[in-house]
């Protein structure tokens, strides 16, 4: 299910896609707020095949994509979503050499487009109260900051009538 913006397309992920974001991902400074090192690029083919693979929880969707920057036809980063009912948790993260450009931005409001058109109605984020970049695609996308915690991130959401 691809999604178009107006400079992106969201692919959905293959683990062929590892051969070319593995450079993109393998930046330390990428897991500032995250936690860990990058990946290996094997750790790296593994984690798509699992993700392709799909949740071993048949109650629980994994939907992940690559960002392809048209113009360029360059893979920049992605956006996943874990789906159960009518909730999505989200994330996104974009390669250092493309970020302060609204990429992560357009991508994020895009995916949260798509996931509220096919029925989610609450999409959550957990993003770490230092990183202001990553706040700030949150709310461009249409989440709210709430009051709650998770592993020490604050949790945001959009939560849809309904």
């Known amino acids: 299910m691809l999604i178009r913006t107006e400079r992106l397309e969201l692919l959905p992920l293959e683990v062929e896609h590892a051969a070319r974001l593995h450079g993109v991902l393998d930046d330390p400074g990428l897991h500032t707020f995250i936690g860990g090192e990058p990946e290996s690029y094997q750790a790296l083919v593994e984690r798509y095949r699992r993700w392709s693979a799909g949740s071993p929880d048949p109650a629980e969707r994994w939907l992940n994509w690559v960002i392809r920057l048209g113009a360029e036809d360059r893979l920049i980063g992605t956006v996943q979503a874990t789906v159960r009912g009518a909730e999505a948790e989200v994330a996104?993260?974009?390669?250092a050499d493309w970020q302060g450009r609204g990429y992560a931005r357009e991508a994020a409001r895009a995916l949260v487009e798509r996931l509220t058109a096919t029925?989610?109605?609450?999409v959550v984020a957990h993003v770490h109260p230092e990183h202001h970049a990553s706040a700030a695609v949150a709310a461009a996308a249409g989440l709210a900051v709430t009051d709650r915690w998770e592993d020490g991130e604050r949790r945001w959401e959009l939560v849809l009538p309904g």
């Open 119 to 122: 029925g989610v109605r609450t």
């Open 92 to 95: 996104w993260v974009v390669g």
